[in-house]
């Protein structure tokens, strides 16, 4: 069984992108691409969990239920899309996780980093979670990449504390759930979803998960909301480099998604956490 985390958010969201846009110009339309997404999944008889910048719940508050009414479920992905290494993050994100259990009454007990930005400088987020009585996380990438990644990350799942970020510690209680990696020309590389997904061949990502399965590891993808419904957004003008990440065959992202879907079980996170034995 592998993992499937949809990152809920919206155009203007990703740390490439945000920058760009002016205040008055960030306009949400995410959530017109919602009911695609669902039908994606439920076509394919596949359970997800939706990690949601919270500000997106604020403005549409009928995205939870509709969310929730079809078996996904509902993680935290902060209430703006803030990096967890941001300067002085730690006492907003406090309030950030109390404002997120008032809108879902309580649902979400995972988290996903924006960025992959758990590290060293934010492992203070740890403690901040399993005070707030979340269970799970899934922000650690085991592959080194220009924006983030923890080479030396363990593949499967483990308890992970504010000071073993990457190595099981049997004294914790928050389990990471690591994103999917691979070989590829030598090199460790993300296969877990977003830019690699549409950059590498479909072939590539397939066989990470197998390999994954033949090993009893739970292949952990996760696809950005805006890369499936990228009919809904806005282009607009960014540094080559920035654009190239960013938009790069972001049309091959949905029959890609949908093949995999096809092909391998997924499920969400919570539901799987509730299926193994205490490890
Ligand atoms: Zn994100």
């Given at each position: 069984?592998?993992?499937?985390?949809?990152?809920?958010?919206?155009?203007?969201?990703?740390?490439l992108?945000e920058?760009?846009?002016?205040?008055?110009?960030?306009?949400?339309?995410?959530?017109r691409?919602?009911?695609?997404i669902?039908?994606?999944?439920?076509?394919?008889?596949?359970?997800?969990?939706?990690?949601?910048?919270?500000?997106?719940?604020e403005s549409?508050?009928?995205?939870?239920d509709?969310?929730?009414?079809?078996?996904?479920?509902i993680?935290?992905?902060?209430m703006?899309?803030?990096?967890?290494?941001?300067?002085n993050?730690r006492?907003?994100?406090?309030?950030?996780?109390?404002?997120?259990?008032k809108?879902?009454?309580?649902?979400?007990?995972?988290?996903?980093?924006?960025?992959?930005s758990?590290?060293?400088?934010?492992?203070w987020?740890i403690?901040?979670?399993v005070s707030?009585?979340?269970?799970?996380?899934?922000?650690i990438?085991?592959?080194?990449t220009n924006?983030?990644?923890?080479?030396?990350?363990?593949?499967?799942?483990?308890?992970?504390?504010?000071?073993?970020?990457?190595?099981?510690?049997?004294n914790?209680?928050?389990?990471?759930?690591?994103?999917?990696?691979?070989k590829?020309?030598g090199?460790t590389?993300?296969?877990?979803?977003?830019f690699y997904?549409?950059?590498l061949?479909?072939?590539i990502i397939?066989n990470?998960?197998?390999?994954y399965?033949e090993?009893?590891i739970?292949?952990?993808?996760y696809?950005?909301s805006?890369?499936?419904?990228?009919?809904?957004i806005?282009?607009?003008?960014?540094?080559?480099?920035?654009?190239?990440?960013?938009?790069?065959?972001?049309?091959?992202?949905?029959?890609?998604m949908?093949?995999?879907l096809?092909k391998?079980?997924?499920?969400?996170?919570?539901?799987?956490l509730s299926?193994i034995?205490?490890?």
């Amino acid at each position: 069984m592998n993992l499937l985390g949809i990152d809920f958010e919206d155009w203007y969201h990703p740390q490439l992108v945000e920058p760009f846009v002016s205040e008055e110009k960030k306009i949400p339309t995410m959530f017109r691409g919602l009911d695609k997404i669902l039908d994606l999944l439920r076509k394919n008889d596949s359970k997800a969990t939706f990690f949601v910048v919270g500000d997106l719940l604020e403005s549409n508050p009928e995205i939870l239920d509709k969310i929730m009414s079809e078996g996904h479920e509902i993680g935290f992905h902060t209430m703006k899309h803030t990096r967890l290494d941001s300067p002085n993050f730690r006492p907003e994100f406090k309030e950030e996780l109390k404002k997120f259990e008032k809108l879902t009454s309580g649902k979400s007990i995972g988290f996903r980093a924006p960025t992959f930005s758990l590290n060293e400088k934010s492992s203070w987020a740890i403690d901040e979670l399993v005070s707030n009585g979340y269970k799970y996380d899934s922000s650690i990438m085991p592959a080194k990449t220009n924006m983030y990644g923890m080479p030396s990350a363990e593949r499967s799942p483990y308890r992970i504390t504010n000071s073993s970020l990457g190595k099981n510690d049997p004294n914790g209680t928050l389990i990471e759930f690591p994103l999917l990696v691979t070989k590829f020309l030598g090199k460790t590389i993300p296969a877990a979803g977003g830019f690699y997904l549409r950059a590498l061949p479909l072939k590539i990502i397939k066989n990470a998960i197998k390999s994954y399965e033949e090993k009893e590891i739970p292949a952990s993808l996760y696809i950005h909301s805006w890369e499936l419904t990228p009919e809904y957004i806005p282009r607009i003008k960014l540094p080559i480099k920035s654009h190239f990440i960013t938009y790069h065959k972001i049309e091959k992202t949905f029959s890609k998604m949908n093949e995999l879907l096809k092909k391998f079980e997924f499920t969400a996170f919570e539901s799987y956490l509730s299926k193994i034995p205490n490890k």
